[in-house]
C-alpha cells in the first residue's frame, strides 16, 4: 500500500525522482498512464497486469468501458534508472501539466502513486477542504463513514 505526499521536480530530460520509500516497490519495472482529474498513476507491474486482467472482461459496446481503455491502455512502461528516476514522456507530461524544473507532487494512493501538478494539487486539496461535509455525505452514501 502507498502513502504519503513528496514534492520533487522534473528534470530537463523529463525525468522525475521516486521517493526512495517507493523504489522498491518498482524493482520488476512499472506503468505509468493518465489518470483521472489530470493526474498521471504509476502503477507495480505486478498490479498493472492485474488491473489488465479486470479490464479485459469490460466488452466492446460499453462507452465507458472503451473510455476507460483508452485513458489507461495509452500510458508507458520502463524501468526506474539506477537513481531511481523514472521517465516520463512528453505526451503524458502535457496530459499533466508537468513542466521541466517544476514541481510535481509525488503522492501514494493504495494500489497506485499518482504525479500531480503542484497548483492542480493545491486546488483539489483545496476543494475537498471546502467541501468536506459534501464530501463527507458522499463517503457516507458509498459506506465509508469516518
Known sequence: MFFGEHEHSLDEK??????ARYRAAFEQGFFLTRGLENCLWMFTMP???QLTARLSESGLTSLPARQLDRLLYSGSEGPLD?????????SLRSFAGLAENDPVVVV?????IEL?????WQALTAQLGENGSDF???LGELGLDL
Not at 14 to 19: D, S
Open 14 to 19: 523529463g525525468r522525475l525522482i521516486l521517493p
Open 136 to 138: 463527507a455525505t458522499a
Open 108 to 112: 501514494g494512493v493504495k494500489n497506485r
Open 116 to 120: 500531480w501538478n503542484l497548483d492542480r
Open 82 to 90: 539506477k537513481q531511481g528516476r523514472l521517465l516520463i514522456p512528453p
Open 47 to 49: 498490479v498493472w497486469h
